[in-house]
């Protein structure tokens, strides 16, 4: 079964070993929800170096292309940074879904469970 691509988006802390720890349970999550994550920032920092301006500009054009490639942006945890702002503009503009992880989970019968009102 071919599971789509899901770009995952989280205002990150800047902090790289939480971030990434972060970043797996989010993958994790999406990947059980159906999806094959995309999440640059669990491999970027292997081997690019975000100080140094170049490397900073080419770790954006990278998640940028990934973003293109992918069928839905998974925008993940409770705030929302101008980075997150950005990803859900170029999601806009290319006609790519954006939802929340609470959304892609309760879609797959796994979120909150809704009372039925009848």
């Not at 995952?8 to 800047?14: D, H």
């Not at 070993?17 to 669990?42: H, M, N, W």
């Not at 980075?83 to 909150?112: E, P």
Request: proline letters at 4%.
């Amino acid at each position: 079964m071919k599971r789509p691509l899901a770009y995952i988006s989280a205002a990150w802390s800047g902090k790289q070993k939480t971030d990434s720890e972060q970043a797996a349970r989010y993958c994790r999550a999406v990947y059980e929800a159906g999806f094959s994550p995309i999440c640059p920032i669990l491999y970027l920092p292997l081997f690019l170096n975000d100080a140094v301006p170049e490397e900073h500009k080419s770790g954006i054009d990278i998640g940028r292309d990934l973003l293109r490639r992918a069928h839905v942006l998974v925008v993940c945890g409770n705030t929302i940074d101008e980075n997150v702002k950005n990803d859900i503009a170029i999601a806009g503009r290319l006609h790519i879904t954006a939802t929340t992880l609470d959304g892609i989970m309760a879609v797959k019968g796994q979120g909150v469970k809704r009372q039925d009102n009848r």
